[in-house]
């Protein structure tokens, strides 16, 4: 069951929160650029292209805006760095020559180009801004002059609000320094309606030291910025926001949001934007961390999943929840697997619910016309097989040429299996055609093995594709008689030594039939073991026969007895051998199935006579069986 799929008839998350909008709407989100982007940084911009491509389909007028934070200051060093960046620890980010080799024109342009370059590929495009230019082109002024003016105001909130008691001339404003450039250390304390007053105190913040300079200056034109509570409130007004989510951790009663709200009516007299809280991305369970340098990057994930997969990962949860995503062979294939039965289900079942169907378009980068999908695991298995041309092999299976569209997304899919390989698979997830049998085959039981004995008999006469391979299969597992996971995993460990993988028949077609039927033949069967293993009691047949009874046309029984004079009561050792009743079923379905029943044990001492017996007493439970049950059984 599909996790956003649990109850029936709810609402597709995004058309919810959009429901009892009025009017145009804008929406806003933004970056600090401090390090290299991690993949759990693209759940809000793409929670807001979902907003904001539900208001374009419902034809209200919308603009999505998203800004670089850029006049924030560097309070921690991009990992691995600190020999470039440690020196300006505290100045705007805009200011910070990029790093060496970098083509950008500075740090935040380095890191910004990085995080806005996947948009587009994720189809994602909102009108940028960065906020040096807003900044320094003056559209801020106002707001400033008027936040300033208010600085008891916001004094005030921050102590009623969130708690946090600030000096009696603080101001919300940190101007850049103007002898040492730096903003994160600056503290303004007084302003005339002109100038502001402020000092660069050494000791302001623990990450970076000021110079102690004091001055007076004007805080307009870009000459420094508001804290970002504050910030957030000017965005509001001036551009204006209607819609704004935001990390839950911004979120919580008394913190951030709550701030930036009650600055925003207390100076401004407006309403804030709608919040649309959103729970963090985690991946392997650990919530990412730029500035340690673990967890996955923007452009990396990018590299990875296809655009739909990763858009399809983000925003099929409820922004609220948290989506935990890791890179096991199990989880990889499940969300594939899971996003290829929408994209069935949404060309194909007219009985799609709509909010599955509203996942799956939010989910496309671009509308596109249904196309013929590969199987993830399937890719992956093939891609590892040197001596296949996967391309050429899938084709085949699809048995039609492929369209543009159709090579387009397989394409993407192999990059992703090849990245997966590269980067994530264990070497047992690893799928390695054996080119001899491996070692760990030994361990297979006496029916796991009689029933590859089997499937190499049904081999020379079988069909050369996935799907008849396939029943050529069950067959094997029917007439052996083994559950079918036994049978699998021992397919499986024969071939690419391990215990799963992808559909069995499919992989059987790709490989050469000679040497499958070498390699199924390859490992002895124990005849006592296997009739010790897979023979039933007489009681189990007997259900078994009841139930599919009217479905038989025919069974025909032989008797078999098997022999090991090493087991035995100690002492006298005289061996021990089981007498069996297999009987061939053919049913009206087409099907043939095999059964072993254990009539009994004898000792090897005098068997002769035991034996007799034990014939005896088979032919008379058949006689039962026929009298009970009304099933004629030959032989
Ligand atoms: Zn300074």
Redesign the pocket.
Known sequence: MLFWNESKNIMFWCDQLVEKLEGPQIINDSKTPSGRAHIGAMRGPLIHDAIFRTLKAKEVPVRYLFGCDDYDPVDEIPYGQAGHFEQYLGAPLCNVPPPPGSAATDMADHFISEFWGVFKELGIEPEFYRMRDIYRSGKFNESIDLILRQAHVVRRIYKEVSGSDRPENWHPFQVV?E??G?IG?TEVTAYDGREVTYE?KPFLVKWAR??G?LGKMSPFDGRGKLPWKLEWCAKWRTFPVTIEGAGQDHSTKGGSRDVAMACLKAIFGQQPPLNCPYDFFLVGGAKMSSSKGVGVSVRGMTDFLPPEVLRFLMIRTTPKHHVNFDSSEAHIIKVFNEFDRLHHRYFNDPKINEEDKRVYEISRVSPELDHWVADFQLVTALIQMPHLDAVKELEKRKGSPFTELDKKQLDLRIRAAKYWIENYATEEEKTRLQETLPAKAQELSATQRAFLQKLAALLPEAKWDGDSLQVCVFNAARLTPIDQPGAFKAIYRVLLDRDNGPKAGNLISFLDRDFVIQRCSELPVDKFDYAEESGSAPEVFEQWLEKEKNKITGITTEFDSVFNPDVGPSGQNPGVGLFLAEFSVNTSDGKSYRKRVLIGRFNGLDSKPELERLETTARQWMLELKTRLGVEIQG
């Open positions: 320094c002898k040492c730096r250390t660069c000021g110079c300079h």
